[in-house]
């Protein structure tokens, strides 16, 4: 999810109560519901789409989650101690102890995976024991709904916390209680449109994606109640269906562009580090015609033009040959 989403959800789990447990908890867990996005420093180092290999690994499994708290807290707890010694330290803040600031950070970095998970984008979750991506095709990147809920949650908490009223944290704790039903309204819409689109391409003997994936229902944005839904109708090419929990499936065009009559097997490890990110990376992979007459790599998720081509590998040296209309 975006880092707006992350540091709410640390907000509002820090006004839930969690912030009482020890001093600077409310940064630990703020922060550390952004901290394994650390893999975003990447860009300094690696070019073209070798980012997209890169991000939401390393950073993002289990020895990252439980050493980057320690490392939060361990810098936290400094802040506090030079403060102290300085003679700057806030009196209204609560002793600090490291056991529980490692553990506020710990829930911080926890609910980090969780949220990143739910999108379409994907997660590898078990790095680097496995680089098996993982998706919970539940929720649109940027969730403004989600938002809202997270945002009214901590406004009302602080609001009452100010004014000393005794169930200050109980907003936060109704908010946290909504946005968790939330998703799971989104989780089982998603499956509805995935079980709808399943059985429409058994019904017209489409092919199931490639490399073992099912139907993917794609969140949205705004418009929570609908997905679009992707799955393969014939050699290189997928079916984009406009689903909503309203009227069903709609309607299903092709990917976007000309095809190339190119099997995905020919790029991978023969045209470098970027083609072969792109492909460790891609879901729903396809190839399409540039206007020279070369290929482009695409991924069936990110057809809006609006991307533009950051979710797109132009390969100048390989020539398309078109694809036969079936």
């Known amino acids: 999810m975006d880092n707006l989403t992350h540091s709410l959800v640390g907000a509002v789990m820090g006004q839930a ?16 519901a952004n901290l394994p996005d650390v893999d975003a420093a990447c860009f300094f180092w690696l070019h073209g789409t070798e980012h997209l290999a890169f991000r939401r690994g390393i950073t993002h499994g289990p020895p990252a989650l439980v050493l980057l708290p320690l490392v939060l807290a361990g810098m936290l707890w400094g802040w506090d101690r030079w403060q102290w010694k300085r003679g700057t330290r806030p009196e209204a803040r609560l002793p600090v102890r490291f056991g529980w600031l490692y553990l506020m950070a710990f829930i911080g970095c926890l609910s980090h995976p969780f949220f990143d998970w739910l999108n379409v984008y994907g997660i590898r979750l078990l790095e680097p024991f496995s680089s098996q991506w993982f998706y919970g095709d539940t929720l649109f990147i940027i969730d403004p709904w989600l938002w809202a809920m997270l945002i009214a949650a901590v406004w009302v908490s602080r609001r009452r916390e100010r004014a000393e009223a005794l169930a200050w944290a109980r907003p936060a704790q109704v908010g ?3 946005g968790l039903a939330y998703i799971g309204m989104n989780w089982a819409i998603s499956a509805r449109a995935s079980e709808e689109a399943n059985r429409a391409a058994q019904w017209t003997k489409f092919e199931f994606l490639e490399h073992g994936h099912a ?9 929570f109640w609908k997905r679009q839904t992707i799955y393969s109708s014939y050699t290189q090419r997928y079916r ?8 069903g499936l709609a309607s299903a065009a092709l990917t976007p562009g000309q095809p190339c009559n190119w099997k995905l097997e020919y790029f991978e490890g023969k045209l470098g580090a970027q083609a072969d990110a ?18 482009v790599l695409r991924d069936a998720r990110f057809t809006d033009p609006r991307v533009g081509d950051r ?3 132009a390969l100048p040296d390989v020539k398309c040959e078109e694809l036969p209309t079936p």
């Open 311 to 313: 979710f797109a590998l």
């Open 278 to 295: 792109f492909l460790f990376w891609s879901r729903a992979p396809f190839l399409t015609r540039a206007a020279d007459g070369s290929v």
């Open 240 to 247: 984009l269906g406009d689903w909503s929990a309203f009227s």
């Open 17 to 32: 109560g969690l912030k009482r447990t020890t001093g600077l908890a409310m940064p630990a867990l703020i922060i550390g």
């Open 176 to 178: 946290i209680a909504a």
């Open 215 to 223: 139907v993917i229902a794609s969140p949205v944005p705004l418009q």
